[in-house]
């Protein structure tokens, strides 16, 4: 689009646009004490997130248990507490997440200048949606892919070459913006630029590490880059 340098942005979900963690950890203690497990602290589970709700799940059941994670996995008794933990997610949706600051206005802004705009997230697509929708996203995306949409998830290009071709836009005018080594490697992966905000989820580690073209503090960078008349109306 004229005027701006990108014309598809991909974000991340957890950790880019909403802040998550809290109702996430509120959903694994539910399911944990359904199961007389003792609970895991909010600390772990921002440690957990990024590989998806059922990895972040298979990884507190791992560390109540004392056991690995394949064993978890591999176990007869998965699958009911999965299920359980699905009810109790869904219940806990948008009861103690929020948009970071500046996130709605930024994507209206994007919108209005023309960008398209889509969603890559490794969070399973039933939650995705009712994530998005308790926070009034969902119409301000052109494209939601979540980890389970395609065959395969971050940090494959998959998605990244999905939102690509559906709006024939070239990798040079795309951009990825995320939190975690996750997203900078899905976008490298994919030969896009990518831009990691510092606020996150990153797995305990600094997002610099990752060295990604550029590490933000918030969505106004974004906003700098919007052509003066998009950015006043703003």
Not at 48 to 55: K, L, M, P, S, V
Not at 93 to 117: F, I, N, W
Not at 153 to 175: G, N, Q, Y
Request: net charge negative; aromatic share 8%; proline share 4%.
């Amino acid at each position: 689009m004229k005027g701006y340098p990108y014309d598809l942005i991909l974000f991340d979900l957890d950790g880019t646009l909403i802040e998550t963690a809290p109702e996430i950890a509120d959903a694994v203690n539910d399911t944990l004490a359904a199961f007389d497990r003792e609970p895991v602290t909010q600390q772990q589970v921002n440690d957990w997130i990024g590989h998806g709700t059922r990895e972040l799940l298979i990884q507190a059941m791992a560390h109540v248990d004392g056991v690995d994670a394949q064993t978890v996995r591999h176990s007869e008794a998965f699958a009911t507490i999965e299920a359980a933990f699905g009810l109790h997610y869904e219940l806990r949706c948008g009861t103690r997440s929020q948009l970071y600051p500046g996130v709605r206005l930024m994507l209206e802004a994007l919108r209005a200048a023309g960008v398209k705009l889509a969603v890559v997230t490794n969070k399973e697509e039933r939650y995705t949606r009712v994530v998005l929708d308790a926070h009034q996203l969902m119409p301000l995306f052109h494209r939601v892919i979540s980890g389970d949409t395609l065959a395969v998830k971050k940090p494959h290009p998959a998605a990244v070459d999905d939102c690509l071709m559906r709006f024939s836009v070239a990798r040079d005018r795309a951009l990825f913006v995320g939190d975690s080594s996750i997203d900078v490697a899905t976008a490298r992966n994919a030969g896009i630029a990518v831009w990691a905000l510092t606020y996150g989820y990153n797995m305990g580690q600094p997002i610099e590490d990752s060295r990604p073209n550029r590490v933000i503090s918030d969505f106004s960078a974004l906003a700098a880059l919007l052509p003066a008349r998009v950015a006043a109306d703003d």
